[in-house]
């Protein structure tokens, strides 16, 4: 009994592990993508046009969103910014689902671990959801209500002092905090946000002139690594489980809970039970994909399992920062809207896949326990690349490389303060990360001394350790 306990915890950590590395390489070149794009795309200009319940609106939220992906957490908190800048409910909703549901990283890891039949579901379907959910708030939405609930929002949070992240839109903090030159006191949620408004401010140049520079690749860097703090405790759960449900949770459970064959019947109950099992199953944004695939090898319909994707918004844990947000009526609305959208849409996603004969056989290849995941094949190679990629931007934030500063080691282009070694050359100042780098300009002061010591700042005083 021990024996084959044991055997059954090595084979779920296997499983999980393996397709963590099956799919490493699509999730960091999807942050890495991703991060591009937050960086040098503008929130501010397209924020601006969430307000009326439009369909440029409408399209311009999804949009929004996608471009600014992140957990389930981070897409509530960044939903609640826009909706008390005025931004209406149903383009709030639809720029939480695309930014958890629409973005390059979840793609990626759908094509590989699921198929491009389920990637094309994820995408058509979002599409379908958000128009379905913007029919359904049109006809349901009670105006009165969110405009009491908006003006109460903001009355609190003036009343407890709370500002907004201008970067990100969610809550900033007295400790991470800066004075503009013009006098304005700005909040930051992290110093990680903090410094992408010092690396804003001092940016010149569009983002190919960015990216020939430390500075450039320092702001991606940083980005990266706050995609990464978003989202790494849902990827790690998210896989671990997967392994778990597929070694432990026997057949006869999802026999249960799914019914089995075929026709419209069995399609919308499974649709809904997915969405049931993703409210109760705590697994949010990036980490209900691998739980998706063990659901599918359970043998549960591919409407079950579309739907369950759809619903990483309305989870229990997402649903109680709706009820401190919002409060219950609210949330129950939000949640009512979502949950029908997610399960009608996952049901109409099965029902034309089926139509076109495109809906994936399930006995045609190998279960999660057949397979061999760690081999010197294509996998292997791509997160090589992608482990170097994210081994340079990482070294490059550490480093602070171009990182905003007071000074600027003219050697390294580390950001460095006057604490640290110095030499004075042609009556300029120059400071220096260590020793070495000043031995380094000692030796060859022509070489270095064109580098102005002094890094880009924006009157800030706060100091920034990096993590």
């Known amino acids: 009994m021990q024996a084959a306990l044991i055997d059954g915890l090595l084979e779920s950590l296997r499983i999980g592990v393996g397709f963590l590395w099956t799919a490493a390489w699509a999730i960091i070149m999807g942050l890495v993508i991703t991060s591009l794009v937050q960086v040098y795309v503008s929130k501010e200009r397209m924020a601006q046009v969430l307000g009326a319940e439009t369909l440029s609106g409408l399209a311009k939220a999804t949009a929004f969103g996608a471009a600014s992906s992140g957990c389930s957490f981070g897409a509530v908190a960044i939903g609640k910014g826009l909706f008390k800048k005025g931004a209406h409910a149903v383009n709030v909703l639809a720029f939480m689902f695309a930014s958890t549901n629409l973005i390059v990283e979840l793609g990626l890891m759908i094509l ?12 058509l379907g979002g599409l379908v959801l958000i128009a379905v959910m913007a029919l359904l708030v049109h006809l349901t939405l ?33 400790e991470y905090s800066l004075t503009t030159d013009g006098g304005e006191t700005l909040k930051f949620c992290s110093a990680g946000c903090l410094e ?12 190919r002139d960015e990216l020939l520079t430390w500075g450039g690749w320092y702001k991606l860097g940083n980005q990266y690594r706050k995609e990464w703090s978003m989202i790494w405790k849902d990827v790690v759960v998210g896989f671990l489980v997967s392994g778990f449900v597929i070694v432990f949770v026997p057949q006869w459970v999802w026999n249960a809970l799914f019914l089995q064959g075929d026709g419209l019947l069995v399609s919308a109950e499974n649709a809904i039970m997915g969405v049931v099992i993703a409210v109760i199953s705590f697994v949010g944004s990036m980490g209900n994909v691998p739980f998706a695939v063990a659901l599918w090898g359970g043998g549960i319909s591919f409407a079950g399992v579309i739907a369950f994707v759809y619903a990483d918004l309305i989870t229990i844990p997402v649903l109680n920062v709706y009820r401190k947000y919002y409060g219950w009526t609210v949330m129950l609305y939000i949640l009512g809207v979502f949950f029908v ?24 290849g190998q279960t999660a326990t057949e397979q061999t995941y760690f081999e010197l094949d294509y996998t292997f190679y791509l997160n090589v690349v992608a482990f170097a990629l994210s081994g340079f931007l990482l070294y490059v934030y550490r480093r ?3 990182a905003p500063g007071q000074f600027r080691d003219p050697v390294c282009g580390m950001r460095t303060d006057d604490s640290g070694p110095s030499v004075t050359h042609d009556g300029e100042t120059y400071y220096f990360c260590s020793k070495r780098c000043k031995r380094s300009f000692e030796n060859r002061p022509a070489e270095f001394a064109h580098q102005h010591p002094e890094g880009s700042g ?3 005083t ?3 350790d990096h993590h």
């Open 400 to 402: 602070g490389l171009g």
């Open 196 to 207: 992408t408004y010092e690396q804003e401010a001092a940016s010149s140049g569009g983002w």
């Open 112 to 123: 590989i671990l699921l198929g491009w039949e389920f990637l094309v579901a994820e995408l």
């Open 462 to 464: 706060h100091e920034h």
């Open 458 to 460: 924006t009157g800030s």
């Open 341 to 364: 959208t997610m399960a009608f849409t996952g049901f109409l996603m099965e029902e034309l896949f089926d139509a076109l004969g495109i809906v994936p056989n399930l006995a045609g």
């Open 142 to 174: 009670p105006e009165n209500l969110f405009d009491e609930v908006r003006q109460e929002l903001n009355q609190r949070d003036q009343e407890h002092g709370v500002t907004e992240d201008p970067t990100c839109g969610m809550e900033g903090k007295d």
